[in-house]
């Protein structure tokens, strides 16, 4: 049975990937670290001739997704940490990006196949598969023309296990030359496919995480 677990989560991560890759709507949380609000609809390929459906409303309160602050000096690697609260066991998915100034380089687990290092924080113990990967190619214009580079993370869980706190921290390298009080802003990026979510599939929760995620900043001693 666990063979079977870990080949299905393989499966849906590889969805998650696929779905991110072919997404085009998109919106990216503010530098300040100010609310994304996106157009989120539940409508479906399935019937592309149907009558749009209703804007789904978000739900007065859920998880809460946002990047930590962090230092580092010129050279160093800046630890940057996603995490959530007020989501102990109310999740069992999620799939994202953040954003980046592409003067930072993400630290490779594989370059070739564009893996990104990254280490599980508590809020993912119990996950069945991960996935970090750093954005290559074909970015939408809104990145390429603020100079701004992506990794896209996805995990899953076989049921809502998703916990509060860390989820994932990613590693960049802050140039030799960066300036003492520098702010690297590092954000959230909005692509369709991009999904947190639980077993229910509550799409009203899902769009309060969107709407409420908050953005962080890397500060150069």
């Known amino acids: 049975m666990k063979t079977v677990r870990i080949i299905a989560a393989a499966a849906a991560l590889a969805a998650l990937m696929s779905m991110a890759a072919c997404g085009d709507k998109k919106n990216n949380s503010s530098s300040s670290g100010e609310n994304s609000i996106i157009t989120y609809s539940n409508n479906t390929t399935e019937a592309p001739t149907a009558a749009p459906t209703e804007e789904i409303k978000a739900a007065e309160d859920g998880p809460r997704l946002f990047i930590k602050d962090t230092t580092a000096a010129p050279g160093e690697v800046a630890e940057v940490t996603v995490a959530v609260e007020n989501a102990e066991a109310k999740w069992n998915m999620c799939g994202f990006h953040i954003t980046y100034p592409n003067v930072l380089k993400p630290e490779m687990a594989d370059a070739e196949e564009r893996m990104v290092e990254r280490e599980l924080g508590e809020a993912s113990e119990y996950n069945n598969g991960s996935v970090a ?43 030799e030359d960066a300036k003492s009080g520098t702010e690297y802003p590092v954000n959230f990026f909005y692509l369709d496919g991009d999904l947190f979510e639980n077993v229910a599939k509550d799409k009203a929760m899902e769009k309060y995480v969107f709407e409420n995620w908050k953005g962080g900043k890397i500060t150069v001693k």
Do not use: R, Y
């Open 133 to 175: 990967m750093e954005w290559q190619e074909n970015l939408p214009e809104e990145l390429t023309s603020n100079n701004l580079g992506s990794i896209f993370f996805a995990e899953m869980f076989e049921k809502d296990h998703g916990l509060d706190g860390d989820v994932v921290t990613f590693f960049l390298k802050i140039p």
